[in-house]
Each structure stands twice: as structure tokens, then as C-alpha cells.
């Protein structure tokens, strides 16, 4: 396999009539899949005029009609940019205007905000609409009906451009990781190495189709190995997800800590994932996982569940728990195969056992630098090592722990504070049931650190009681100064919390 769409291909000569994907009760073929892909693909050619290396962005829930759209272009040699659906029209504008997007592939549901778009994208925009046809507009039904398949590809290579990922954009504008062919496939190769997968898994797959994580776990990673991804279009209403592990015999569940935390929460008993359902494995992402819920869904549900870490510029995935290891709750696991993790200090030189450094990575995964951003590239790309902006250590057996983003470090009278060290004590406390901290500057210490604490549902609680737990677990210097309660913790698309809106209303 050296390019992306060779997954499909391949496997509809393979493995014709075998489900590749699940969506609202109907199964669709590998065979079915790729016939789709390739109708699309030359019409995109034929009608749309898409050539090799021009930019094809992705406005669509999830949905069949996103895999097929993401082949399709990229068997053309085109450009894909997956968009957030969450974005406004003027967060959408700028990277539009930033990568020239030349296609845009959505559905009847965007168009009001597409045409938004339009007045201030400063290029000529055709685009494929999925629903309603309107003038001016293709329509997708038209774009993939059966074609001959007897037409000129262009060739791909594997270090062809495949993908460019804007990342969310917490400090400033977004940033587009330009990754390949090759950058991508060698993350599908590792994953399914360390986590020892078969072509008889069935994945779940409710995280939006947008964020890196989601999609190259569940659909480019299940696709290369022949197994099966059922689509639901959310997490929510979370029913849905519980039916679907039992009618769809799930054995791959793939989630957020928000998830997890959720089926903890929830009254389900556990001969539910003991004996009713073939669930082997849960894999968790996008956000930290405290510790308590890792130990606390393996003990409960006797299921394994494995905390990997990642970011947009490795494809995305870094580390991940071994399967076939031992599992420390709080460490994010160790380098997939190929790729090799260095904590370093603010030099570059590689720190000692258990120090604090920032997260650097090599490997093939890594991205080929920031679309439009020579000088952010060389800020981040350094000798051949994607500095992270991550602050972790990593101990003796190779295991690595996250501490914080490393602008997100608070300095209380020029002492470091990792806000994860703080948070995953508090989260700890019995009556606590979410927890974010920030640094908030303060004339006499530099900075001091914050909490926002949300309590656990008709749990009484004071900021008194915070400080107080805290000085039983921390230095002085890390406790919290000011505590505020909410009644929820905003979010991002993917549930992570979002501590640019927390700081946005200190």
C-alpha cells in the first residue's frame, strides 16, 4: 500500500462483499464503497475540473458520503481539508482564503453559512451540495452515478500531499499540518500493531469525522485491516450508542474521557460488557484521562481501557497503552512502533528519567511542516523532531506522562505549575466532578493558579474545601488561589475542555 485509496481498492478485489461500513441499519460493501469512490472520483475529473494538488474542503456531518468524498479526491491526486462543523462562517472564511480551497463538498444543512463564506472568500468556489439542488450548485446524486471505471488516474506517490488538518487554533489563528500519503498510512501501521487488531472487528465510530483522531482511528486504520465501521452521526442522544454496541456487536470502542466517564456515571450494570456484549477493547483520546476513570471502567467493566496521546502533526497518533503490557493509569503509554518520543529541556537536550521536559517526536507520521507558515514550520520542526508544545517526562520503562501544554504552564514566583498535576488532585476529591486550571496573572506572584470546579450533581461544596484537599497533596505554591464553581465546563467539537473560553471570562 503506498497511497491512501489503495486501501479501498484493494480491498474491494480482496474482500468484495464484506461490510465496510454501518449507517442507519444499511451496510455498505467494500465493493459498494469503492464503486462509489471511483464514480466520484471521475466526475470530479469530468465536471468539476479538480486537478492534482488543488484543495477539496469537507463540510459534512457524519456520514458514508465523507469516506466516499475523502477517497474520491484523493484518488485524483487532490488535496483533502476536513472541516470543523462547529466553525463560524468567518472561522471557516479564513481557511478557506488560507489554503485556496478550489471544492467544497457539504450537505442542504451548511448552505446558509457556505453562502456566508462566499462574500468573503476571495476566490471562484465550486461546490457539491448533498440534499436540495440549487442553481449553480452539483449536485451529488448527479456527481456519483456509475461511470465506467476505464479512465486516467493520475498516478499517486506516497509522498504526495494527502491531507491538510487545521488545528483548532487555541493561540491565534489556525495552523494547517500538512500531512502525506505516506505520513498517514505509516500511522495506520503502527496503531494496528500496538493494539493487535483483526479483520473481524466492528468499530464505533460517533466522534465528528473531522477531527483527525476519529477519522484515522475509526475508518483509515478498521478499512486497512478489512474490518467494519458502524456511523452514527453523534454521541448524543447516547441510547443510540448503547443500542448500537449490542445490535451491532461491537469490539472496538473508540472515545473521549467525557465518554468514559459518562458510562461510569450511567446505571448500567457490568454483566451488560461482561456477558451480553463481545466488546474486547476501549481506546480513549482527543483529551486527558484522569486516572480514576481508567482504573475505575477496568475494574468495573473488566475491559481493557487504553489512553493513547496525539496531535494533528503526527497523524495524529504518538503513544498509546500497550495492549499486551501493563497499563499505568495516568500515562498516556509508549511510542507506537517507528516512532520515537525525547523529553527535552528548554536547550534541546534530552532531560533524565521522570524530569519534566517538552515532548519531542521523530518518526514517519510527522507532518511535512504548516501550510502557508515557513516560519511556524521552523519554530516547530527542529533536526528532524516535531516539538510538541507539550510538557511531559517519561520514566524508566519508557512510559510517558503528560503535564500540560507547555504555554499553558503557569510560573508562580518563576516556579513551574503543570494545571494537570492541580486538576488531576482535585478531580480526585469524592465530590468533584470536572475541574480546569488556568493561570491568572497577579502582581505579586507573577501568575497564580485557578480552578474552575464543577460539582458532582447535589454535592455541596466551597472553595474552602478545594484549598483545603489541595494542601494535603500539593506544595503550597500549586494551590489553587481562586476557585470558582459552573455548573458545566465548556467544550470543544471533540469535548475537550476549552480553556480559551475560561480565560476568556476571568
Known sequence: MTTLPEIVRSASLRIPNKAALKYQGKNITYQQLYRQVNSLAVNLQQYAHLAKGER???LLKNCPEYVVAYFACLEIGAVVVPLNTFLTGAELGYIFNDCQIKLLITAETFMPAVKKIQYIYTSTLNIICIGKKEPGI?????????QPINWPVLPGRKDDLAVILY????????????????????????????????????????????????????????????????ILESVMPFHRVLKSLVVDRITVFVSIPLVYKLLLKAKIPAFFFLWILPLRLCVSGGAPLPPEVQSGFERRFRIPLLEGYGLSEASPVVTINPLSDVRRPGSVGKPLPGVKVAIVDETGREVEANEVGEITVQGPNIMQGYYNAPELTAQTLKGGWLFTGDMGRMNQDGYIYICDRKKDM????????????????ILSHPRVL????????????GEIPMAFVVPKENMLLSAKDITQYCRTHLASYKVPRQVRFLKALPKTATGKISKKELRAIV
Open 167 to 230: 488545528t483548532s487554533g487555541t493561540t491565534g489563528m489556525p495552523k494547517g499540518a500538512m500531512l502525506t500519503h505516506d505520513n498517514l498510512i505509516a500511522n495506520i501501521h503502527g496503531c494496528a500493531k500496538a493494539i493487535a487488531l483483526k479483520d473481524s472487528d466492528c468499530f464505533i465510530l460517533f466522534l465528528p469525522m473531522f477531527h483527525a483522531f476519529t477519522f484515522t482511528v475509526c475508518i483509515l486504520l478498521p478499512l486497512s485491516i478489512g474490518a467494519k465501521t458502524v
Open 410 to 425: 503557569i510560573l508562580v514566583h518563576g516556579m513551574n505549575v503543570y494545571s494537570r498535576e492541580v486538576e488531576d488532585v
Open 434 to 445: 470536572e475541574v480546569a486550571v488556568i493561570g491568572k496573572k497577579d502582581e505579586h506572584h
Open 138 to 146: 452539483l449536485s451529488w446524486l448527479e456527481m456519483t452515478k456509475q
Open 56 to 58: 477539496v474542503g469537507i
